[in-house]
């Protein structure tokens, strides 16, 4: 490896850490959050308030009526007494209540919570609500403020009416799939008159106050967040960091969905939502046992002559890639609606990588049975060997300059004057290029590794395998590993150290150690001088990286020092196979055959650099030429 190597490995680092640090909320934004908490919590507070005085308000209204007039509509369905009717299956337990005739609790089987119990409830009646409302010519239709009844319950469906004056009702059918997929729909039913005749659309609102499910809130919060896929386009998410208030979605959307970091709850439309959606992503305060407040105000169609249902789905499981690809074969929508987004397996060329090499190498080293930190470790393992012979080109590169030093020196010895420095490096290139030597081909094969470490970036945090596997001193693979915890919050560092993240950077330190001094032997001039002016930031990403890595999770850290242990190794086994006298002897021979062969022109990206220097040259002397007149 030569200065380009190195500059290569700090772009780099760069992307990784302006990356990180741009989904990292600055000093000011968090100060800002902090305020916002106090008002979000107070706002909280008042509108928590004003709904009760509202919901006090249309109850006393409603039985005012009631006794007033017995004929009211939905006189029946305003007064009554709540009662849970619970759907299930093996993976799923949805808990509905009669006040509202929604979905009001749900629980995800087979996965652990947060006090090692089996069974993660995703929400309940006191953090989540579903509520439908039509516009009728008279009053409005409210399903939260009515009472259904029951019928047609099984384990896996379910009716709710509630029953209007007139003889007509609003009527819910909720059929749970074998996994889970909960197919629904809404109809009204003799209520045609109750509408204008051009009404075709209802409103929803659906709000949930996200729970944190995982040890690492910081961590958890940067993967949660209102996610939804535009009709004709593509998946977006609303900021995870800062606060969104009815945020205005311009297209229609197929779905909407509150994601955590390893579950969802995602609400679907047969008819998509129109266009011109309201979202809203509120963060919590840390320790409040809350990620984020949820809110989507959605608008679908809706026929009031009750000829058509309005149907709905929702997935409420799991963001397991490969399942969620299964699972969403039972849609009877007809359309593809690449739910399976909700796992961010990132960027184009990384998500490639992720779907169609690490998920499968992954799955079948799981069937195994290996444990997930082997499985880890034999990952690395197999990336190593897959890119072990761009590893070894730009290691023979590095070693072939290295070799060439002393003539090198000899060569350019003369050009030591700043001035003389464009004669240095055509000298340079001559040399190299009479040597068949690339100058960058120690950086060209490590950048073509940059999406592979990118992929194992975006992969590890968010495959829901890591989540609670043990592994050595590691208790849960997918949050950090902490060797010591303290109440209060260090800026920066948070309120722990994870091992694993030291780990990884002294590692960090160690490897760029080695590289610093593999650099030393192949520098020339002012080259060596750059290199020691280097060496700081070669130190200093490493620190840069605890500060961006102790809050991520024990498995990705872990990865990383197996990476880095592995590329010591695989280096230091490279230069104790590698002989010196022998790679020159076969430089020397190179260098004769084109001393022999003099018609033999510079090719390729020497040939490129070379064409670069000459043009520089003459633009220089063309302005000295003009600055001597």
Not at 336 to 346: A, I, S, T
Request: proline residues 3%.
């Amino acid at each position: 490896m030569n200065k380009d190597t190195i500059i290569g490995f700090v772009l780099i680092a760069l992307v990784l850490i302006g990356f990180s640090w741009y989904n990292q909320p600055s000093q000011e934004e968090m100060e800002a959050a902090r305020k916002q908490d106090s008002i979000a919590t107070v706002m909280q507070q008042d509108a928590a308030k004003k709904q009760k005085a509202e919901a006090a308000a249309r109850k006393a209204q409603a039985a005012a009526a009631a006794q007033g007039d017995t004929t009211a509509l939905f006189y029946a369905a305003l007064n009554g007494k709540n009662q849970p009717v619970v759907l299930k299956n093996d993976k799923v337990e949805l808990t509905f209540n009669t006040k509202g005739g929604t979905l009001a609790k749900a629980v995800i089987k087979n996965f652990e919570n947060l006090n090692d119990q089996m069974g993660v409830t995703l929400f309940d009646e006191n953090t989540q609500q579903m509520n439908f409302m039509l516009a009728g010519k008279s009053e409005n239709i409210i399903t939260k403020d009515l009472f259904f009844t029951p019928s047609n319950v099984t384990d896996s469906t379910l009716t709710m009416t509630a029953l209007a004056g007139n003889g007509g009702s609003i009527e819910f059918n909720y059929v749970l799939g074998k996994d889970y997929m909960l197919h629904f729909n809404m109809k009204a039913n003799g209520l045609q008159g109750m509408f204008a005749p051009n009404y075709q659309e209802m409103s929803i609102e659906w709000t949930d106050l996200a729970r944190q499910q995982e040890k690492g809130f910081t961590f958890e919060n940067r993967y949660t967040s209102v996610t939804y896929k535009e009709k004709n386009g593509g998946t977006d998410y609303l900021s995870e960091t800062s606060e969104k208030i009815d945020e205005n979605i311009d297209e229609a959307l197929d779905w909407v969905a509150f994601k955590n970091q390893f579950f969802s709850a995602a609400l679907i439309a047969k008819d998509e939502f129109a266009a011109n959606s309201l979202l809203t992503s509120i963060p919590q305060q840390k320790g409040s046992g809350y990620l984020k407040q949820f809110n989507a105000k959605l608008k679908t169609a809706f026929d009031p002559t009750g000829a058509k249902a309005t149907e709905f789905e929702m997935y409420i499981g799991p963001n397991d890639f490969r399942l969620i690809k299964d699972v969403e074969q039972q849609s009877a929508f007809g359309k593809d609606l690449d739910l399976e987004q909700l796992v961010n397996l990132g960027w184009w060329l990384v998500r490639w990588i992720n779907r169609w090499f690490t998920i499968y190498v992954f799955d079948w080293l799981t069937s195994w049975g290996f444990s997930m930190g082997i499985v880890l470790i034999l990952i690395t393992l197999l990336l190593k060997v897959i890119t072990f012979p761009m590893v070894k080109k730009s290691y023979m590169s590095s070693a072939k300059m290295r070799v060439l030093k002393p003539k090198l020196d000899e060569a350019t010895k003369q050009y030591d004057k700043p001035e003389d420095q464009m004669k240095k490096q055509q000298a340079m290139m001559q040399l190299y290029s009479q040597y068949g030597v690339s100058p960058l081909g120690g950086c060209l094969p490590m950048l073509i590794q940059f999406p592979i470490w990118m992929a194992m970036f975006f992969f590890v945090p968010n495959a829901i395998q890591l989540r609670r596997e043990s592994f050595l001193w590691i208790s849960d693979l997918s949050t950090y590993d902490p060797i010591i915890e303290w109440g209060t919050q260090i800026w920066g560092i948070g309120d722990h150290l994870s091992l694993t993240c030291i780990l990884f950077c002294v590692a960090n330190v160690l490897y760029s150690y080695m590289t610093m001094r593999q650099q030393r032997d192949q520098m020339v001039g002012q080259q060596a001088e750059q290199m020691k002016m280097m060496q700081w930031m070669m130190y200093l990403m490493p620190v840069m990286f605890f500060f961006m890595f102790n809050d991520y999770s024990s498995g990705l850290n872990f990865y990383y020092f197996i990476s880095l242990f592995f590329s010591a190794a695989i280096m230091w086994t490279l230069r104790k196979t590698t002989n010196d006298e022998k790679l020159l002897a076969i430089l020397e021979a190179k260098y004769k055959e084109n001393k022999n062969n003099p018609q033999k022109k510079t090719s390729g990206l020497a040939a490129r650099l070379e064409a670069m220097q000459k043009q520089a040259e003459e633009l220089q002397k063309q302005r000295m030429n003009q600055q001597k007149r």
